[in-house]
Structures are given as structure tokens and as C-alpha cells.
């Protein structure tokens, strides 16, 4: 009777540490399915574009593209809607301020 009581003790110590350690494992398996890698770069340092009228910036992939403007979309997570020109900032995905090139100007938004 006394080894069935070891026995038993040992079995309830295990599956106390099986339970978190299960738990544990199943959060880091979800949290690798849902995440995203970053976008791929297939092409670098292509050349500047010409007619810009808010002038270039690097886009991710490090790539010189037009500058968005006040009132044009920015963001996202890896820039893919573009960054702001000089004199202008992203907030709430729309470029603010004023541009250092044209001087037109867009106020911020209170709330997004």
C-alpha cells in the first residue's frame, strides 16, 4: 500500500507540471501560426523617381519613392501605404502638418 502512495504522489507531481508546461506550449504554438514575416524585398536601390511633389524618401525594401503629402495615406506596419515628406508625420494613417516643399498644410487629427 505504501508504494501505491509514492506511486500516486508522483503521478499528481507530474501532471501538475504537465498541465502549465501543455499550456505554455500550446500559447507559443499560437502565437507562431498568427504572426506575420516581414514583406520580402525583390528588387534594391533602384533609382530615384523624378517627379516627385513631396520629394523622396526610402521606402522598406530601402528604395527611394515619392514622399506622401498632407492629406495622403501613410503607414501601416511595414510602411506599405508610405512614409511622409519633409515637414509632414503620419497620424492615424494620414499625413499631417505641413509640407517644407509646397507649404500646404493639414492639421492633425484630435482623434483617430
Not at 36 to 48: K, N, V, Y
Not at 53 to 61: A, E, L, M, P
Given at each position: 500500500k505504501l508504494v501505491k502512495s509514492k506511486q500516486s504522489k508522483k503521478?499528481?507531481?507530474?501532471k501538475s507540471f504537465l498541465y502549465?508546461?501543455?499550456f505554455f506550449l500550446t500559447l507559443i504554438l499560437l502565437q507562431l501560426w498568427w504572426c506575420?514575416?516581414?514583406?520580402?524585398?525583390?528588387?534594391?536601390?533602384?533609382?530615384?523617381p523624378e517627379k516627385c511633389?513631396?520629394?523622396?524618401?526610402?521606402?522598406?525594401?530601402r528604395n527611394q519613392v515619392c514622399a506622401k503629402g498632407p492629406g495622403e495615406?501613410?503607414?501601416g506596419l511595414f510602411l506599405e501605404r508610405g512614409k511622409c515628406g519633409d515637414g509632414t508625420f503620419c497620424s492615424c494613417g494620414i499625413c499631417s502638418g505641413c509640407s517644407s516643399i509646397t507649404s500646404e498644410c493639414r492639421?492633425?487629427?484630435?482623434?483617430?
Open positions: 503521478n499528481s507531481k507530474m502549465p508546461g501543455f506575420e514575416g516581414a514583406p520580402r524585398c525583390s528588387h534594391h536601390d533602384l533609382a530615384s511633389t513631396y520629394g523622396t524618401v526610402r521606402d522598406w525594401c495615406a501613410c503607414g492639421p492633425s487629427p484630435l482623434v483617430c
